[in-house]
Every structure is written in C-alpha cells, then in structure tokens.
C-alpha cells in the first residue's frame, strides 16, 4: 500500500528534525500486517530495521496482565477478590504513622480488587519515590515489589483513576502465587510461545545487545542502573515497564485481542481486558500532566472513550485500545476500522518529543487516512 507507506514516511521526518534518533513502525489493516517502516539509528552507528528490539516500558502493562488474566481464569478466582485475601501483605502498611498515610483512606485498602490494580482504580500512586527506594540502590525486583504493597492510598478504591505502576506489579505478584510459578514463566509460556511471540523478550540477555536500540535521555544515565539500558534494569524484567519488543511483534500481541484472531486467552477475557473498567470516574496520568472528566481504563489496556487530543489521534474510534510507554512506545488497535499500529521511538517522553507536537496524534491521523484510500 504505497498511501500507507508514504503515511509512515512521516517518522522520517521526526529523525530528521533530531526528535528522536531511531524509530520504527508498523501498521496492521484487516486481517495482515500492511507497512513497515524504520528510520534513524537504534544506536550511534547502527541503524533501525524490522528486526530491532526496543525498550516496551510501559506498552508492557498488557502483556502482565494478559498473564495475570490467564491466571485468574485457571484458578477461578473472581476479578472481584480483595487484593489482601491473596497477598496478606497488602492487608496493612508497615508505618501507620508515615506522614503521607489517610487513616481514612487506609481503613477501605481491604477494599481493592483485582480489578481495581489492573485498571488504575486501586487509588495506589503511581510509583514508590526516592524517600522510599532509589534505583541507584539497585534493589531486587522483590524489594520493589515490597515497597509497593506499602505504599499508602491517594484516593479510596474505585473513586478515581489514578494510574499507577504499582497495581499492576502487585497483581504480578499476587497471579504468582496463585499459580505457584515465576511470574515471568507464566508471561513466557502462557502468553508469549503459545502465540509465536519470540520477539517479545521479558529479560534479554548479551546475546541480543546487537538488536536492541539504546534509550536516549534515560533515567541514571550512564550509571550502572541506568534504566532500560543497564545490564541490571534488562535482567529484572520488570512487570510493569521492563520488557523488551519488535513492533511487529508487539502489534501482532495488541490485535489478538480482536474477536476473530488467535489467542491464548479465552475470548470473554478479551472483550474484557480492551472494555473500560473504570465506570467513566475521572482522574489520569498526573506524572504526564494528563486528567480527564471521564476517563476509560480497561484491564491493562487504556481506552481511548472520549478523551480530547489523545495520542492515537482525532480519527481513531472511541472504542480503540492503546497503551505507550515511557520510553518512546506507542501501539494502539481500533477495532472498528480493524486498524492497528505500533510505533517505537527510542528517547524518553520526559521532554514529549511524541506529544508537543502531537507527532503520535499525526501520524495515527495519517495512517488512519491511508487506510481509507
């Protein structure tokens, strides 16, 4: 589709103009992958192609949930179970007299739900804070995960959406015991191998140093916790924004979610997962400056509802599913043009190179136009 690969050129334009050093691209339309595109360098020296690997962040929240999903549908455990039944150390923070604990809020924590962490409704913040945990420290994923079941409540369960890095790694932890395995061996062998998914990697190792694209402007930068690009960050495989990806592949996972494609999850758990959750309460992503009278959340997707100048554009339906990442990573799917594109940068958000100008919202617009001739 010659309009459709002409609607990618534009992410030529974004390396040109030094928003990002390398990104690439990928469009799905009605039953086949339709365009691919790449520009730009994954690292000084080496360029982008189809079979670059990049930093998911948090593009990987669907991915644990889609494990956490599984779970609960082989254990029978209702979305509605209290958190704390499972995890009893959720049940109650070590230090009631921390400054920043509600005693009012925290008297309804026995309250949340599964469904509550993995919608963003939990009323957990969004992410620990250095009074709390420094990454340069170096802690094990089960120290941070620790952290987070102590983190105190902002808001009371189900009133607000307030998205939050710390409800999808608790309900990791809580899909785990449940099942009794690693949680990164219920993503690889429930989600990932049964669909063909080999490259979507939790933890790569140096034998794919070659193929993946170094983040620019990441976090601790240059040290040996450097986000994303460390040695220590990659073989954590954090549940809610570690795990690494091809487009392709990513946007491949994103529309098993329709109705007639392939998945392991049954399909009530995906109408589910790509359905808001949240009721239409309001609330956001306050690290993003971002909040909306009525926000839509469904489990470990986003939706897109009514939100005004979103990142997957102005032409997109209500009923499109998304989620980006920290690390320069959009994908979004639409079910009712049976549209989807993935699109992965590698610089961070923290200057919103895809955001101010709308150069996400753009390109989705254009692709969506592209599709229609």
């Not at 030094?18 to 990928?26: D, T």
């Not at 005693?103 to 620990?128: F, K």
Request: proline share 7%.
């Amino acid at each position: 589709m010659t309009r459709m690969r002409d609607a990618l050129g534009l992410i030529d334009t974004w390396v040109a103009d030094g928003a990002v050093r390398g990104v690439a691209a990928a469009v799905w339309h009605d039953g086949e992958i339709v365009a691919r595109h790449e520009a730009g360098e994954a690292a000084p020296g080496r360029k982008v192609e189809q079979e670059t690997i990049f930093a998911l962040a948090s593009v990987s929240k669907p991915i644990t949930t889609a494990a956490i999903m599984h779970v609960l549908d082989e254990e029978r455990v209702p979305l509605d179970t209290p958190l704390s039944s499972i995890l009893p150390e959720f049940s109650e923070i070590d230090d009631p007299f921390d400054s920043d604990v509600l005693p009012q809020l925290e008297a309804l924590r026995d309250r949340i739900t599964m469904r509550h962490v993995l919608c963003h409704t939990s009323g957990l913040p969004e992410n620990v804070g250095v009074k709390r945990l420094r990454m340069s420290d170096m802690p094990d994923l089960e120290t941070i995960v620790d952290a987070m079941c102590n983190l105190p409540l902002l808001s009371a369960p189900g009133e607000e959406l307030r998205y939050s890095n710390a409800g999808p790694a608790i309900a990791a932890r809580a899909a785990s015991v449940l099942d009794g395995r690693d949680f990164h061996t219920i993503v690889e062998e429930e989600i990932l191998a049964p669909a063909g998914l080999s490259d979507i990697v939790l933890r790569p190792g140096e034998e794919l140093d070659s193929r993946i694209a170094l983040v620019d402007d990441a976090a601790g930068k240059g040290g040996p916790s450097e986000s994303y690009n460390s040695r220590y960050w990659r073989s954590m495989g954090i549940p809610w924004g570690g795990y690494f990806g091809t487009a392709t592949d990513v946007l491949r996972f994103a529309i098993s979610f329709l109705p007639d494609q392939e998945s392991p999850l049954p399909l009530d758990i995906r109408a589910e997962m790509i359905t808001d959750q949240t009721g239409g309460v309001p609330g956001g992503v306050y690290s993003a400056g971002v909040r909306w009278e009525r926000g839509a959340w469904g489990l470990g997707w986003e939706v897109k509802g009514n939100k005004p100048r979103h990142w997957t554009g102005t032409l997109t339906s209500k009923r499109t599913y998304c989620h980006w990442g920290q690390s320069g990573t959009l994908v979004w799917v639409d079910p009712e043009r049976r549209l989807g594109l993935a699109v992965f940068g590698n610089r961070t958000v923290a200057k919103a190179w895809p955001l101010r100008p709308p150069r996400w919202s753009e390109l989705s617009d254009a692709v969506v136009v592209a599709s229609e001739g």
